[in-house]
């Protein structure tokens, strides 16, 4: 159970990070399958932002190995300044996305509050994808694949640095979870850096019980949990409605325990929930799934533990 009291819904409805179009429409899709009712009943006060505004998505081909480089700045710059004022409010941000690129601007926000409160920052980041790509290694130029090089300090210039230090993250600070989509250049990047990556074969090998008890080992009273939450790093058979799905994720249970085991640690102070596609969905169904994760995450259990 987290020990924040109100929570703060951000709404950020653009691809501008992405390869295909829809996750604008991501936002709205968790609102129509009752985020704010299933949250305000497990007792938190829900406040709705409403969806920032931003540029519209270009489509244009990439520059210097960047795509919508500019629009992706003016949206990061957007969600980070709601996410500086939730924090700043007291209250738990909850990044309603939008594509992956936007955690640049969520996490950066996130890092400074932690270093300024004196908190030890992890992320868990689940996700299909490494996203350690650069303008340099990516074979697309697409922003969401690169927003955890830009928060290790390794992206483009106009991306890195937000927080107040050259990294938002120390390469120590983010564990991935249910990775198994990592472009040549990537592995050699997660090798080099030494990151911590929990891939689908160690969580065949171990089990998702095992993988989480490691993920969150040295999660104690002075941490700050960030959880960003990739719809992708579910199976699509489960969660179809994904630009990037990938097959062999996590199942439906698996994703469960997994969100239990963080809640267990009482320590989530903050989420980002992006890559749903409403326009590759079926009957909202991906939107319902992440909301019923979502709730197990926030500390639903089926009894009293």
């Known amino acids: ?55 519209a998505t270009p489509w244009t081909e990439p520059a210097n190995g960047l795509r919508h480089l500019d629009e992706v700045v003016t949206w990061n710059r957007a969600v ?75 992206g483009p210039e106009a991306l890195s640095g937000w927080s107040g230090e050259a990294a938002a993250l120390e390469h120590d600070a983010i564990r991935f979870l249910g990775i198994r989509s990592v472009d040549a250049e990537e592995k050699a990047a997660i090798r080099a850096l030494g990151l911590n990556v929990f891939d689908m074969r160690h969580i065949d090998e171990h089990g998702m019980r095992t993988t989480m008890t490691e993920a969150l080992q040295d999660i104690g009273e002075d941490t700050h949990l960030h959880v960003s939450f990739d719809l992708d790093c579910l199976d699509p058979d489960y969660a179809p409605g994904v630009g990037t799905g990938v097959r062999g994720g996590p199942t439906w249970r698996e994703m469960q325990l997994c969100m239990e085991m963080i809640a267990d640690t009482g320590r989530l102070a903050s989420l980002d929930v992006v890559e749903l596609n409403p326009a590759l969905d079926v009957r909202n169904r991906t939107a319902e799934v992440a909301v019923e994760l979502i709730e197990s995450l926030f500390g639903k259990s089926t009894l009293v533990r």
């Open 1 to 55: 159970m987290s020990t924040f009291t109100t929570v703060e819904l951000i709404g950020a409805p653009t691809d501008i990070g992405a390869s295909v179009r829809g996750a604008g429409m991501g936002p709205d899709a968790l609102r129509v399958a009752d985020i704010a009712g299933t949250l305000s009943r497990l007792g938190f006060e829900i406040v709705d932002r409403g969806n920032l505004a931003g540029p």
């Open 80 to 154: 980070y300044a709601a996410v500086d004022q939730a924090m700043g409010a007291g209250h738990l941000p909850l990044l309603m996305g939008g594509d992956h690129c936007l955690a640049i601007g969520s996490i950066s926000a996130i890092a400074w509050h932690a270093r300024r409160r004196g908190k030890k920052l992890r992320v868990l980041w689940l996700d299909a994808h490494s996203d350690v790509n650069t303008e340099r290694t990516s074979p697309s130029g697409n922003i969401h694949g690169m927003p955890v090089a830009c928060l290790l300090g390794h």
